[in-house]
């Protein structure tokens, strides 16, 4: 049931977050009719627990290093060495 609530909310575009303790939601004009709002007030706990595991399995990504523009040569991949190849085959079958 909370699940389905959850999904309901995200297809009506309704933002869901939590502030503290506070479940805060953002929803579009007219989206939050009485029986929706009564439906969350009801599984409000349920909403909680749920943001709250999803929070918690969130992955970080490490981020990418910049390269600096000093060097003169980098090292490519099998795939961009492929396309490499690709591409001066096809130039020598096409002349282009």
Do not use: H
């Amino acid at each position: 049931m909370i699940f389905d609530l959850y999904f309901k909310l995200v297809q009506l575009k309704v933002r869901m977050d939590l502030v503290g303790d506070r479940l805060d939601l953002n929803a579009p004009k007219g989206v939050l009719t009485q029986e929706l709002i009564a439906e969350i007030q009801d599984n409000k706990e349920g909403l909680i627990k749920l943001i709250r595991s999803y929070k918690k399995r969130k992955i970080v990504y490490n981020e990418i290093p910049c390269i600096t523009a000093e060097l003169e040569d980098y090292a490519v991949s099998d795939g961009q060495r492929r396309l490499w190849l690709l591409q001066e085959l096809n130039k020598g079958l096409f002349g282009r």
